[in-house]
């Protein structure tokens, strides 16, 4: 007797999730830690139900990683490279709920696994692959809901906008994207069930710790929102979010294209039309509120997943060749471009690999920095360089006290990235944990400050310099950053010594005013 059951080819798609973890694990020897990963890598020490940038999920995972696998960078990474590897795993079960076979599972897979966009994205300890996680399951949960009647899937689905909203406040902008997309597809009588309701009680219970929490904290997030929009969305023009969108997943742009032309018109995906609409209301949502590409990330997979299928629709007479030279097409290129998005070569490699290609000039953008000069890397990767030495240093001026000294002295870094790798080589170099009012770092801050000695991390210019050491009886700078390649390059080391009272007073002004914020 020949069985009806359809193959869930979940031993094709876990040879794409291995792949994907395998290209992860190429990249994690090389370089160092990020800016920000070294700001959400301190949170493990500082477990709360919220921070100044992000929701506590991120914090949670650096204290699970941190006890688990230790403080290396390659111990950082590995919980962005599982949640990779999920995210692949989704893609392909999307591909098969949706109705996909085994070329649909391929195509969508090899692409996603090959994107500029999620190779880029998904290997640095940030919420970025995190939320995308959140958004991935979020609507496989709601297509095995519609395939299944189950309503235990919308229970699932609470519990994941709720644990979603914990990492990213992003995830806002898709769940409200999938219930208007609903709400104006065939599909709307989901939105009007008890289950419906459940769920979202679920959401709510699961991110209520962290509204109480924002409000205890005068509402930092409207703060932070408020000096990104000044600081980076104002500056970003509705057409470059557009072209960006376009470009951000290079060649597959003609997958996931196809995927949501497809969603939008064929008969055979009429059950999941509306995650084409959810897909286009996210998109002019971020839009106008001046987005970053990157928000958006999340919602491609579902689309690589459609597009897979309509490919699959439209080559059913072509043969293996044809089928597998498409494949081939859609990957290839993006393949190439492998060193610039992903660490998998060494320093010199890199630089090799960026030294030949620049002589194109065909991704200057790339290696033009937000001071909109051209540099030997990428901004990116030159975040991950500096930081070992600067700690090295500000260890080198606090041993050269003596221990007296050393008990009246205190550390403060100009910036979180500063205060973060010092925090992360603090038992390294044996040195106190740094003091910054920058970003989170304000939260935990002394409440007050008495020392004799301050070693003093500086990045911004030497007129701030002068303007503190009319703070200090003496100031001595003792080294600086000198690392080629590192962003932080220059950035100065001083030994600040003999504090007048006017230090203390601002100090206590600037911690009110941050904290307040």
């Given amino acids: 007797m020949i069985s009806s059951k359809r193959p869930d080819y979940n031993w094709l798609i876990l040879t794409f999730v291995a792949l994907k973890i395998l290209l992860n694990l190429l990249a994690m020897p090389h370089f160092g830690f990020h800016r920000d990963e070294l700001l959400h ?19 949670v995972l650096a204290y699970t990683s941190k006890h688990l696998f230790g403080t290396s960078v390659f111990a950082a990474r590995v919980f962005p490279t599982i949640c990779s590897g999920l995210i692949m795993w989704l893609t392909g079960r999307i591909t098969v709920e949706m109705g996909g076979r085994k070329f649909a599972v391929i195509l969508a897979c090899v692409t996603m696994l090959a994107a500029p966009a999620f190779v880029a994205s998904q290997y640095l300890f940030q919420p970025v692959v995190f939320d995308q996680f959140w958004w991935v399951l979020a609507a496989w949960l709601l297509i095995r809901y519609i395939n299944t009647q189950k309503a235990s899937y919308l229970y699932w689905l609470g519990a994941c906008v709720g644990f979603g909203m914990l990492t990213k406040y992003s995830m806002a902008f898709f769940t409200f994207a999938l219930i208007l997309g609903l ?35 005068h509402l930092p997030f409207i703060n932070h929102m408020h000096e990104l929009k000044e600081q980076q969305l104002d500056y970003n023009h509705p057409s470059d979010f557009i072209a960006q969108n376009f470009l951000v997943n290079g060649i597959a742009l003609f997958v996931w294209l196809a995927g949501f032309i497809f969603l939008l018109i064929s008969f055979r995906l009429r059950k999941f039309q509306f995650l084409a609409f959810a897909y286009m209301l996210v ?90 000069k051209k540099h030997p890397l990428t901004q990116d990767y030159a975040d991950m360089f500096g930081w070992d030495e600067m700690a090295k240093k500000v260890g080198d001026t606090y041993h050269n006290l003596t221990p007296e000294q050393q008990k009246h002295t205190v550390i403060f870094a100009s910036n979180y990235g500063q205060a973060g790798a010092l925090h992360q080589y603090a038992e390294q170099y044996h040195i106190p944990k740094a003091i910054s009012l920058n970003s989170s770092f304000t939260l935990w801050a002394p409440d007050s400050l008495h020392f004799e000695h301050m070693i003093y991390v500086n990045a911004t210019n030497e007129s701030e310099i002068g303007k503190l050491g009319m703070l200090f009886g003496s100031a001595v700078k003792t080294g600086e950053v000198t690392t080629p390649y590192a962003r932080e390059k220059g950035t100065a080391i001083f030994l600040l010594s003999q504090p007048k009272q006017g230090l203390y007073d601002r100090y206590n002004q600037e911690l009110a005013k941050k904290r307040m914020q």
Avoid at 41 to 59: M, N, S
Avoid at 201 to 207: D, N
Avoid at 334 to 344: F, I, Q, R, Y
């Fill in 283 to 372: 998109f002019l949502f971020l839009l106008l509120m001046n987005g970053k590409a990157y928000y958006l990330f999340g919602a491609y997979p579902m689309l690589f997943a459609a597009g897979g299928i309509a490919y699959e629709r439209l080559l059913k007479s072509a043969g293996t060749g044809i089928r597998t030279t498409v494949a081939v097409l859609f990957t290839v290129p993006n393949l190439l471009l492998l060193p610039l998005l992903l660490p998998v070569l060494n320093i010199n490699q890199t630089l090799g690999w960026f030294s030949s290609v620049g002589k194109l000039h065909f991704f200057d953008f790339a290696v033009t920095w937000e001071d909109k």
């Fill in 41 to 59: 890598l301190v949170l493990a020490d500082h477990l709360d139900w919220g921070y100044k940038e992000v929701p506590p999920f991120i914090a």
């Fill in 183 to 217: 709400l104006i597809s065939k599909q709307r009588r989901i939105l009007f069930s008890k289950q419906v309701f459940i769920a979202f009680v679920i959401a709510f219970v699961i991110f209520l710790p962290n509204v109480i929490w924002q409000f205890a904290h």
